[in-house]
């Protein structure tokens, strides 16, 4: 889907629950929450603010008729009123006061972090768009990076997919616009529509000098978080693209369906996190808890208001609201003691990374692949109640242990880097430019599987069950080199287990 992240990573798209801690105001990650209450205090800001714009922009303009007169800005409020008084009375054409209340509203946003924004009114229809998890699109996720639209993630089976865009294509512009300038939320309006109308992109690949115009047809999107199969005979993958209201739910009914296969007995968990830009907090405190012990700490939120201070522990008041069934519960208790292996990487951001850093805090994980992204903010969406709103950063979170994951990230365990492609050989390198970073089965597809890797600090070795260069090699055979280090670690861990 068109990412509904802002920045390198998500941009939470969340909802505030002031009343009832057990429904944190998501984060960056966070998280495509439909807007339910919003907390008086910024509803109150809200109306204040609005009300003083317009106030401002119906004082007569009388001052700024006389050019010599000499203003006064030592006040703030009537250095906004002077500001907009001139843009009245001397802009170069005509500019409804709509438009100069969005225009300002959404600058003061801006000015605060790369992830507060003001929503207008097609911005906020999106946002309620992305929590049905049905749209019309092309199937990337993206992130404004350096003035251009950055592909981050691509979904199977889209108009994207099949026309080769993968993560790290840049598009420079949609049709006949250049997206120079745009914010993440103007672009991925003009990229999505109604299914079946046609868009072009100008492409900027690395490695080519000019940018490559493709034309897609618009599909209907459907939202598809969660992968699960037996990757090796013993060995369940799980793989999550996204944190959705769903994720959690989706998940705990695929590890229940290959803990319940008869001839298939699972010994351990990959968890793959790679390219995962987050979601909902809620999402991502429901994920941890399918493996960690009822009650185990996840996550710590803090923030200026007292609804931002919150502990989140693995039990059902903290991932489910007051009417939802528990998806965890009656998943078999395996789930919690057999070896899991998370994977993670640069793109790994805020509700993976919450995933992530609370496995790894509570030892119930080795983490394997490279540093994640570091955002660990959460942002608010708050409703005007004309169909606008905005998103306002309102904390930060920190992991089981007190660890900062903003600006930081998680270290892994065991570092492996991906083998670059160029240093794969023949048909078997072109095949991986298609399909780099994509489903595991193209992974698998690729030659190559020469890794570097290294243990961080000395608590991985025995979190990995003693794991050596001698460890038994699986049978996975493919250039993901983070996955099969995963399996080789799960194996390690296996044959300790039955000694």
């Known amino acids: 889907m068109e990412s509904t992240v802002k920045t390198a990573k998500n941009l939470p798209r969340c909802d505030a629950e002031p009343d009832d801690v057990r429904q944190p105001p998501g984060g960056g990650f966070c998280f495509d929450i439909p807007p339910r209450r919003v907390p008086s205090r910024f509803g109150a800001k809200a109306t204040v603010l609005g009300a003083?714009?317009?106030?401002?922009?119906?004082?007569?303009?009388?001052?700024?008729?006389?050019?010599?007169?000499?203003?006064?800005?030592?006040?703030?409020?009537?250095?906004?009123?002077?500001?907009?008084?001139?843009?009245?009375?001397?802009?170069?054409?005509?500019?409804?006061?709509?438009?100069?209340?969005?225009?300002?509203?959404?600058?003061?946003?801006?000015?605060?972090?790369?992830?507060?924004?003001?929503?207008?009114?097609?911005?906020?229809?999106?946002?309620?768009?992305?929590?049905?998890?049905?749209?019309?699109?092309?199937?990337?996720?993206?992130?404004?990076?350096?003035?251009?639209?950055?592909?981050?993630?691509?979904?199977?089976?889209?108009?994207?997919?099949?026309?080769?865009?993968?993560?790290?294509?840049?598009?420079t512009r949609i049709g006949d616009v250049s997206v120079a300038g745009m914010s993440l939320e103007q672009v991925i309006a003009m990229v999505r529509g109604d299914p079946g109308t046609r868009i072009s992109l100008a492409v900027v690949r690395d490695g080519q000098p000019e940018p490559k115009v493709i034309t897609l047809t618009r599909e209907t999107i459907l939202d598809r978080s969660v992968?699960?199969?037996?990757?090796?005979?013993?060995?369940?993958?799980?793989?999550?693209?996204?944190?959705?209201?769903?994720?959690?739910?989706?998940?705990?009914?695929?590890?229940?369906?290959?803990?319940?296969?008869?001839?298939?007995?699972?010994?351990?968990?990959?968890?793959?996190?790679?390219?995962?830009?987050?979601?909902?907090?809620?999402?991502?405190?429901?994920?941890?808890?399918?493996?960690?012990?009822?009650?185990?700490?996840?996550?710590?939120?803090?923030?200026?208001?007292?609804?931002?201070?919150?502990?989140?522990?693995?039990?059902?008041?903290?991932?489910?609201g007051d009417e939802d069934a528990d998806y965890l519960e009656g998943l078999p208790a395996a789930v919690k003691t057999l070896p899991v292996v998370v994977l993670v990487n640069g793109e790994s951001a805020s509700a993976a990374e919450i995933v992530a850093g609370a496995l790894q805090d509570n030892k119930r994980a080795i983490i394997v692949g490279t540093k994640t992204y570091g955002k660990g903010s959460i942002q608010t969406v708050i409703p005007f109640g004309d169909g606008t709103g905005m998103e306002l950063t309102t904390a930060y979170y920190y992991t089981p242990s007190g660890r900062r994951i903003q600006g930081q990230g998680v270290i892994p365990d065991?570092?492996?880097?991906?083998?670059?492609?160029?240093?794969?050989?023949?048909?078997?390198?072109?095949?991986?430019v298609a399909v780099e970073r994509q489903i595991p089965e193209a992974r698998r597809a690729a030659a190559g599987d020469d890794c570097t890797s290294h243990s961080e600090g000395d608590a991985a070795a025995p979190r990995a069950g003693g794991s050596t260069p001698h460890a038994p090699r699986i049978g996975f055979s493919g250039g993901d080199c983070q996955l099969e280090r995963a399996l080789r670690l799960l194996g390690s861990q296996t044959s300790i287990s039955q000694r």
Do not use: C, W
């Open 414 to 432: 065991v570092v492996v880097e991906p083998q670059p492609i160029a240093q794969r050989q023949g048909a078997a390198a072109l095949h991986a």
């Open 227 to 320: 992968e699960s199969s037996v990757i090796e005979p013993g060995y369940a993958y799980i793989r999550l693209t996204q944190f959705q209201s769903r994720t959690g739910e989706m998940m705990a009914k695929g590890v229940r369906r290959l803990l319940e296969q008869r001839d298939v007995r699972i010994a351990g968990f990959v968890l793959d996190l790679r390219d995962n830009p987050g979601g909902m907090l809620t999402s991502a405190v429901g994920v941890a808890s399918a493996f960690l012990p009822p009650g185990a700490p996840v996550v710590i939120t803090e923030g200026t208001g007292s609804d931002s201070n919150m502990r989140l522990y693995a039990r059902t008041a903290d991932y489910l």
């Open 52 to 171: 003083v714009f317009v106030a401002l922009l119906r004082l007569s303009p009388t001052v700024a008729a006389d050019p010599t007169a000499e203003p006064s800005y030592s006040d703030p409020v009537q250095r906004v009123a002077r500001i907009l008084e001139q843009i009245k009375a001397r802009y170069v054409r005509p500019i409804e006061d709509q438009k100069l209340i969005a225009g300002a509203l959404s600058g003061v946003l801006k000015g605060l972090d790369p992830h507060s924004a003001y929503l207008d009114a097609e911005a906020f229809r999106e946002l309620q768009r992305d929590a049905h998890g049905e749209y019309g699109g092309l199937g990337i996720e993206s992130r404004m990076e350096s003035g251009f639209m950055e592909v981050t993630s691509v979904l199977e089976s889209t108009p994207a997919y099949r026309a080769g865009l993968r993560p790290g294509d840049r598009i």
